[in-house]
């Protein structure tokens, strides 16, 4: 592993990139780098640009300015693929599976062991077996059958597959979209132990998240995106977990937010205290009401006996 | 470390393991429709060499294109121009070979270049537009059918073109493509050429990488395309597969009757995907297998022919067809749920 040279130069490094959809600005100016044996948190609520700056990073899109490089020097992906090539695996939340296919199929996809020659070469079975079941054991995940469908397995188990299979195809970084999103509290034990295993390895990891629970225990450096902008980057003695997540909720934002809430209460308690007075009202007037009504009553009583 | 495995652990009987094969559906249903009309229809020849070789060639020539439609389907798209292609491809030997003298043989490479053309042209437009590939190909079946139609009745003013027979090179081909064999020459070749496409088809879909992507792309076209698959040509050249399979069944129907007809092979786009259904392939793509599409032409095949020995007016064919889809498309929903639940 490359861990030596590679604390000098970032493994990824974007400098202020910009991304245009027609004339929404989905991403403005971000500037971040992982090292090897790094875990870079990237957090942002949704709407944020992290699913954008993402697709930049793993080649589905391209910078609109700005650069982004490579072990130092400029990337051109025109596809999921090079960026592949070049050592940047993206495990997609949710899209890294295909559940109908077995595990092994599924680990092997697009990048399928054959054996043989020319026409003769065919995908190897064998090897895609032994090999999937020693990495699965690796991580914890025992299965007794490798051609089982990945449907089968439960969410956190699918996303440690897809990470270790970016792993053992020699990814240097690792782009992890929300893998824990969707999880319980333990599945999401299983992700990040797991994260904190391939950052051991020299990998360089980035996790998008938007539970700053879950990135701060096992995350290095902080970057957080807000409304396509950075609000910069932290390393983890700058930052506590507390400023962590009210910078994620947008601390001032809050701040309104909260005064917002305590001025609904004050209207609440004027509303229901003149509420209280209108019911008093009422009661009064059902009062005097019910007594018009004895009264009546005993008009008619008297009428009817009278005329008996 | 802690194993996480301890609920996946129970045993599933091997029983279950046959029942949750895609194929399982349409051998059973082929043995099924056979046995039925074997008491049925058993004094009226359908259990002769006869009746088998009538039912076999149905069949054999429904799964040349039910084999390679199934594998676009299990690639998660659809092809109704194959019955379009049929004609067309015909057509154009019959044309080549009588109204411009070609040798049968160049005429027979033209048509297959011809085909893949025109899977690349539906692979290119149902990629390009992100539509339906089942609205597209429907447009594509139409221009076809209607301009093979409208350019033969203007180059010989007739919709059917006789007389391939008198080309150069005819004898070789037809030896290759039509001729009868077995004891009392029963068997037509066909049945060869089909049971080749299902070892090929076969091999490619679990022997090579090819096949491996797809079931990726049937099954989740962004998924595969993340990991790295390139979804776009693996969908093209399944289109190809499929105007090859159209291409291949009008060689062999041009040469056994030395003529072609524009309308030839209409209708054999939905026979295809029923087959492909039938014979355990999801309509929604990504699972599924060329041999359970052979069996499905197969079921298919003994359900028409079966019919005509037991004698039954054979108006009612489509009917029993219908009910035998609907079945097998309940039977494939249920295997489905036991295959993502078996090994649990």
């Not at chain 1, 899209?95 to 020319?118: D, Q, Y």
């Not at chain 2, 009746?51 to 092809?79: R, T």
């Not at chain 2, 150069?168 to 004891?183: E, Q």
């Amino acid at each position: 592993m490359s861990t030596m040279n590679a604390q000098s130069t970032p493994l990824i490094e974007v400098q202020g990139v910009s991304k245009y959809f027609g004339s929404v600005v989905a991403l403005k100016d971000i500037s971040m780098k992982v090292n090897a044996g790094e875990v870079m948190c990237l957090l942002g609520d949704n709407g944020a640009g992290k699913s954008t700056l993402i697709k930049i990073l793993s080649g589905v899109h391209r910078p609109g300015d700005g650069h982004y490089m490579v072990e130092g020097k400029e990337a051109r992906f025109s596809s999921p693929r090079d960026a592949l090539n070049a050592g940047i695996a993206t495990v997609f939340q949710d899209l890294a599976m295909i559940p109908l296919m077995g595990i092994s199929r599924n680990f092997f996809l697009g990048s399928e062991p054959t054996k043989g020659w020319g026409p003769f070469r065919r995908f190897d079975a064998k090897f895609a077996d032994r090999i999937t079941r020693e990495e699965l054991l690796r991580i914890g995940i025992q299965i007794r059958d490798t051609g089982q469908p990945v449907g089968t397995l439960s969410g956190g188990e699918r996303q440690s597959v897809a990470i270790a299979r970016a792993v053992y195809f020699g990814a240097k970084v690792l782009i992890l979209d929300e893998p824990t999103a969707a999880l319980g509290v333990k599945e999401a034990g299983i992700v990040l132990r797991y994260i904190a295993q391939a950052r051991a390895k020299g990998l360089g990891v980035i996790f998008i998240t938007h539970n700053p629970h879950h990135a701060y225990p096992i995350g290095d450096h902080f970057t957080l995106l807000n409304r396509g902008r950075s609000l910069g980057t932290f390393a983890k003695s700058e930052i506590s977990r507390e400023e962590l997540t009210s910078m994620m909720a947008g601390g001032e934002e809050l701040e309104v937010l909260s005064h917002e809430l305590a001025e609904f209460a004050r209207t609440d308690a004027l509303a229901g205290a003149s509420l209280a007075e209108a019911a008093r009202e009422f009661e009064e007037e059902a009062e005097s009401l019910e007594d018009a009504a004895s009264e009546h009553q005993d008009t008619l009583n008297r009428v009817s006996t009278d005329s008996q | 470390m802690s194993v996480i495995a301890n609920a996946r652990r129970a045993r599933s009987s091997p029983w279950r393991r046959l029942l949750v094969r895609p194929e399982t559906g349409a051998v059973a249903g082929s043995a099924a429709v056979w046995i039925f009309f074997a008491i049925v229809a058993g004094s009226y020849g359908f259990v002769s060499s006869l009746g088998a070789s009538s039912y076999l060639s149905v069949s054999a020539e429904l799964a040349i294109q039910a084999i390679p439609v199934a594998l676009l389907m299990i690639g998660g798209e659809f092809d109704l121009s194959v019955g379009s292609t049929v004609g067309a491809t015909g057509m154009l030997i019959a044309i080549l070979t009588t109204h411009y003298g070609w040798n049968v043989w160049a005429a027979i490479v033209a048509a297959l270049v011809f085909a893949a053309l025109i899977g690349v042209v539906n692979g290119y437009l149902v990629l390009r537009t992100g539509l339906p590939s089942f609205i597209v190909t429907l447009g594509t079946a139409y221009i076809l059918l209607g301009s093979t139609t409208g350019l033969t009745a203007q180059l010989t003013g007739l919709t059917v073109v006789n007389g391939v027979d008198q080309a150069p090179g005819f004898a070789s081909a037809r030896a290759i493509f039509a001729t009868a064999l077995g004891g009392g020459q029963l068997y037509p070749i066909e049945i060869l050429w089909a049971l080749a496409l299902v070892v090929l088809a076969t091999w490619l879909l679990l022997g090579t990488s090819f096949g491996n992507w797809i079931f990726g792309v049937g099954g989740d076209a962004n998924a595969a395309r993340n990991i790295g698959v390139p979804v776009k040509r693996v969908k093209i050249l399944l289109f190809v597969g499929t105007a090859l399979g159209s291409c291949l069944l009008a060689i062999i129907q041009v040469m056994t009757f030395t003529n072609a007809d524009v309308l030839r092979g209409q209708g054999n786009e939905f026979y295809a995907i029923v087959s492909a259904v039938i014979g355990g392939v999801l309509l929604t793509g990504g699972y599924g297998t060329a041999i359970g599409a052979m069996f499905g032409a197969l079921a298919f095949g003994i359900v028409e022919e079966g019919i005509v020995f037991a004698g039954v007016d054979a108006n009612w064919y489509k009917a029993v067809v219908g009910v035998i889809l609907l079945l097998a498309v309940l039977l494939n929903s249920y295997v489905r749920k036991l295959a993502l639940e078996a090994r649990r």
